[in-house]
Structure formats: structure tokens, C-alpha cells
């Protein structure tokens, strides 16, 4: 349990006061669905299409993918933005964590 609040003070989105308790600071950033609905619609119309248009087979497009998301995940500086916890305002977590 001790990690985990550790875990999430480091990242920012609780804080720990002493004699008060520790309490929610930030809440982390989602993605909404507007947002994942273009993301889908993109991966569809654009790297999906061009995948299978190059006579990949549904096993091959997924070999594919998941080989790219091994390189995106190994190499997170290089393609990932840094995305900071969105900050809650006063008063809206409604106390301890």
C-alpha cells in the first residue's frame, strides 16, 4: 500500500499532509471520446487500409501492430509527447483519497 502511495505522490496526483491526511492533487489525464473516436477513424481509414492494401491478412496486420507497439513502448521518449496530470480544482475531489 506503501508503494502504491508513493507511486502516485511521485506522479503528482495526490499530496500527503501531515496530521490532515493525504488527498487527491490532480486527476490523470483521459483521452474523451471524441478524441478516440477520430484515433479509430484515422487508424481505419489510413494505416489499416494501407496495411491490407499491401496484401497483409488480418494475422499479418495484428503481427504488424504488435510488433510497432513493442518499438512504441520500448522507445517512449522518442514518440510519446509529454503529457503532464491535468490539476483539480479546489474543492472538486471532495477529500481524502
Known amino acids: 500500500m506503501l508503494?502504491?502511495?508513493?507511486?502516485?505522490?511521485?506522479k503528482g496526483l495526490i499530496g500527503a499532509h501531515p496530521g490532515?491526511?493525504?488527498f487527491v492533487e490532480a486527476a490523470p489525464?483521459?483521452?474523451g471520446l471524441t478524441e478516440l473516436t477520430a484515433l479509430r477513424r484515422n487508424l481505419v481509414t489510413?494505416?489499416?487500409?494501407e496495411a491490407a492494401a499491401t496484401g497483409l491478412d488480418e494475422d499479418g496486420i495484428v503481427a504488424l501492430f504488435?510488433?510497432?507497439?513493442?518499438?512504441?513502448?520500448?522507445?517512449?521518449d522518442e514518440h510519446?509527447?509529454?503529457?503532464?496530470?491535468?490539476r483539480v480544482a479546489s474543492g472538486e475531489t471532495g477529500g481524502a483519497a
Open 3 to 10: 508503494k502504491a502511495y508513493r507511486d502516485l505522490e511521485q
Open 20 to 22: 490532515l491526511g493525504t
Open 29 to 31: 489525464e483521459t483521452v
Open 46 to 49: 489510413g494505416w489499416l487500409r
Open 66 to 76: 504488435t510488433s510497432a507497439l513493442g518499438d512504441f513502448r520500448n522507445r517512449p
Open 80 to 86: 510519446r509527447p509529454t503529457r503532464r496530470p491535468r
